[in-house]
């Protein structure tokens, strides 16, 4: 296990250990006494940032658990000394509230509601590399953020349906949704388009959402949102050329069966059939690991290379806080 610094590796019951010996997610705790003092965990950040950010490309995820956070102010404390540029969440469907600094509400859509896997806006253009999350209040009972590594679940895809997975890398995706004049907090993809482009002008709007690689046709109730087509695989290395399967797919899926408008289809206009997501839904909950949150957890996940979700609150309060990064 490794060590390095304050850092220590410890095990959790619920990570998973893949053949090449990979285990997910990395969990580091200190190892040493002289934790209740902030400025030991920021120095150590700075001090190892190269090591973490290394292990983060490797892992995709890092839980930094036992390091006494108190407050959104030391979370935001510990976002800034990674010294990773901001991401203004230009764009971003889902309602959120700013804290302090660069920290916001997580997803403010009911808690009691499931929030399906996805990687961080990965409907646009412009997405975050890194997301950040705290927790401020631990739940009694459920509100955990599964997370899922997206190279497994993209070659667990290409074996199961070769085909479609072919189609995907050559055509990527191209996604489509109604968004309406008002916020609507009743899900997770509430925000009006007033608050996702931040105006009330609607050629600002334009101009913004045209540099997000969309394009809006304005409607009564609201505007339809068009924006691809846009890459549905990643590839994260070059020479292993592993890749990541870095699309919204499922999410448009599961919202139209709600009877939301997100659709979302191949750059070739063929829709995605149904088995094949009802395929892919099976494999993230198969592959997904689960972790409870703890008051004061940490988590630093690699948005390119791994997906989150939300599971329903059981028993309040739960008070989970996000920050995007470049």
């Not at 030991?40 to 930094?64: M, Y």
């Not at 394009?215 to 070059?238: F, Q, S």
């Amino acid at each position: 296990m490794a060590t390095r610094g304050i850092f220590k590796e410890v095990k959790l019951p619920e990570q998973k250990c893949y053949e090449n010996g990979l285990v997910f997610p990395m969990v580091l705790s200190p190892n040493t006494n002289n934790t209740s003092d902030l400025n030991v965990f920021e120095e150590a950040i700075k001090a190892e940032k190269p090591w973490l950010e290394s292990h983060l490309k490797e892992r995709g995820v890092i839980l930094f658990r036992g390091f006494k956070l108190e407050s959104p102010s030391d979370f935001n404390d510990v976002v800034e000394a990674f010294g990773f540029p901001e991401l203004v969440y230009l764009g971003g469907r889902a309602p959120r509230t700013n804290v302090v600094g660069r920290v916001f509400t997580a997803n403010e859509s009911p808690p009691d509601e499931t929030i399906p896997f996805h990687h961080e806006m990965s409907y646009m253009l412009n997405y975050p590399s890194k997301v950040f999350f705290f927790c401020d209040e631990e739940p009694e009972s459920g509100g955990e953020t599964p997370i899922l590594l997206s190279p497994i679940l993209y070659d667990k895809m290409k074996e199961k349906h070769p085909k479609f997975v072919a189609k995907l890398e050559q055509h990527g995706v191209t996604y489509g949704g109604v968004v309406g004049n008002e916020d609507n907090l009743s899900h997770g993809n509430g925000n009006s388009w007033k608050s996702i482009y931040m105006t009330n002008d609607k050629k600002v709007a334009e101009e913004r959402a045209k540099k997000q690689g969309s394009r809006l046709e304005w409607m009564e109730n609201g505007v339809k949102e068009i924006t691809g087509p846009l890459p549905a695989i990643k590839v994260l290395h070059e020479e292993s050329q592993k890749k990541s399967w870095f699309n919204n797919l499922t999410n448009s899926y599961l919202s139209r069966k709600k009877g939301i408008f997100f659709e979302s289809t191949l750059g070739n206009g063929e829709g995605a059939p149904d088995d094949v997501m009802e395929d892919c839904l099976r494999i993230m909950e198969q592959e997904c690991v689960v972790i409870p949150w703890k008051k004061g957890d940490v988590m630093l996940i690699n948005n390119l290379m791994v997906m989150h979700a939300r599971k329903p609150l059981i028993k309040p309060p739960r008070r989970v806080l996000a920050a995007l990064c470049k």
